[in-house]
């Protein structure tokens, strides 16, 4: 009887097993082709951002923060060339051996790169070449995906990580390629559109946000990426840490109100700035915001994506510097947040706080560092954002300017105080 049980078991056991196995494959089969699908959407959106742009406005590069658009078409092409095509594709051989030099960005386990500082030199290769190597790179990713998709192979160990994390930072460039040719086309005294405004925009009066305070508990709260979906290595591991008992604003910072504190001289006190950011201003002369210029009037205006617009007073003020958040903020009578009182405001305020995800980055005053028990991928991607824990400020939250489907609670983007050319705002916070 126990051996007749033990078959009846192992027989079921076996049916279980099959059963799984298929419900797997059907998964990875979905998945794989939901991949697929991304990967065409994801590259094409790359391709969409230059469309209304020449070729001599994909190759400028404004200063050296910012890349030319040429260079983040062929650099995200790149990514997938050095750690996919490389490692995964049967035969390999490079597009063209001298671009694995040319589009490195920072990855010194890749081995030599071209300065930074420079990419604007690169009148060779023409964008039609970039544009080729983008073609040859897709189709050959594209064989890859697609014999997964078929089910002719299991994804090598690996691949399937390296996919995610291409598609996700070829999404961070196209941010960066928009504040890019925006710095970029701010520069030209004919003050040029990248797009013309939509006309659901024209019509479209801002909404008027009350600035309200959340208050929030002291106590013990837990930050941190633990699962599931895509995250950067930096946002893990979720971890605890204590916060004070704290109030939150409702939305952020609006242009009438950082107006006020640009016409109360708010630029010209000293005892509002951090000494670093008094210096940073008092050298590059700053009186306002990056992209503000007065108008005939006497009042404002704003250059955009849509060229110079008048000064919304009831949208998001953008484009600030750690330093002129910061200087805000006490002149407000407040503060920023750190990291750990934005992520549990954010999530405890989900509908009813305003303007966390899609409006501006926001400043938080915390270092950019290592979380408790961080630890970055081996080989050349743990290149990817360890390395920069130091000397910068988290942002969190996401702005017009990012991808759809890119922004989560968790996501820390991180730049340097001086940094304004960013869609950075502020949201402040005062003592609970
Ligand atoms: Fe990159």
Redesign the pocket.
Known sequence: MRHETGVADAAMEAAIDAVIDAAIQEVNHRAHGRMSDRFRRVRRQSRAIAEPLSAEDCCVQSMPDASPVKWHLA??TW?FETFILERFEPGFRAFHPQFRVLYN?YYEGVGDRFPRAQRGLLTRPALDEVLAYRADVDHRMLLLIDALEAGEHAPPEGFMELLELGLQ?EQ??QELMLTDIKHLLSLNPLQPAYQEMPESLRIAEPARLPLDWHHIEAGVVEIGHDGPGFCFDNEKPRHRQFVEAYQCASRLVNNAEYCAFVEAGGYRDASLWLSEGWEWKRQLKLEYPIYWQRDAAGGWREFTEYGLQPLEPHRAAVHLSYYEADAYARWAGARLLTEAEWEHAADLLQGCGREFFGVAWQWTSSSYAPYAGYVPPAGAVGEYNGKFMVNQYVLRGSSSATPLNHARLTYRNFFPACARWQASGIRLARAG
């Open positions: 650099h995200a990514f960005s930072h961070q460039h």
